[in-house]
């Protein structure tokens, strides 16, 4: 089975800076994963990490947990 394209999405918090980081959440529900790129280098190969981490990442973000990022 061939894999769905990406479709990248760039938080609207981000600034027009170029330091962003772009996820494809479109593929977390069907491939359990999550693509993250650095939106200054879209052709480079994208950091894959699981659905869970991803959320695990997310939750401790927003909670300020220490070590998380």
Known sequence: MAMESPRWFKSSYS????????????????????PVRDSKNPTAPPLTVTTDAFRTFVASVRTGTPGAH
Not at 19 to 25: K, L, M, T
Not at 28 to 34: L, N, T
């Open 15 to 34: 600034s027009n800076g170029g330091s962003c980081v772009e996820i494809a959440a479109n593929l977390a529900a069907s491939h359990g994963i999550v």
